[in-house]
């Protein structure tokens, strides 16, 4: 699986940005994607995820209620939506697909090269 992100940049605070991640390669495989965001100095930490079948999805504390995480099937694309940005979501953001295989049950995660985010006060 290979993962591909872009849409990030530089917005003032209240603005909006749509990050967008293109699959390809064995997308079938996939049992969940999300995105997550590294600040400088910072672990990495999770800011949505969305589930391949019924499509849940969940979201950090943090941004909720501001992001809005979706997907296109066909276009095997993932996106966050990001409205309201404040200078604390500046990050690079990066995309995650997860395969669960089950003999042996082993996890596999997936990363794009990330994409930087820059909220400005």
């Known amino acids: 699986v290979q993962l591909v992100e872009s849409g990030g940049g530089w917005v003032q605070a209240g603005g909006s940005l749509r990050l967008s991640c293109a699959a390809s390669?064995?997308?079938?495989?996939?049992?969940?994607m999300g995105w997550y965001r590294q600040a400088p100095g910072k672990q990495r930490d999770v800011v949505a995820t969305?589930?391949?079948?019924?499509?849940?999805?969940n979201y950090a504390d943090s941004v909720k209620g501001r992001f809005t995480i979706s997907r296109d099937n066909a276009k095997n694309t993932m996106y966050l939506q990001m409205n309201n940005l404040k200078p604390d979501d500046t990050a690079v953001y990066y995309c995650?697909?997860?395969?669960?295989?089950?003999?042996?049950?082993?996890?596999?995660?997936?990363w794009g090269q990330g994409t930087q985010v820059t909220v400005s006060s």
């Open positions: 995650n697909a997860i395969e669960f295989r089950t003999v042996p049950l082993t996890r596999y995660d997936y």
């Open positions: 390669g064995s997308t079938f495989s996939i049992n969940a």
């Open positions: 969305i589930t391949s079948g019924a499509g849940i999805t």
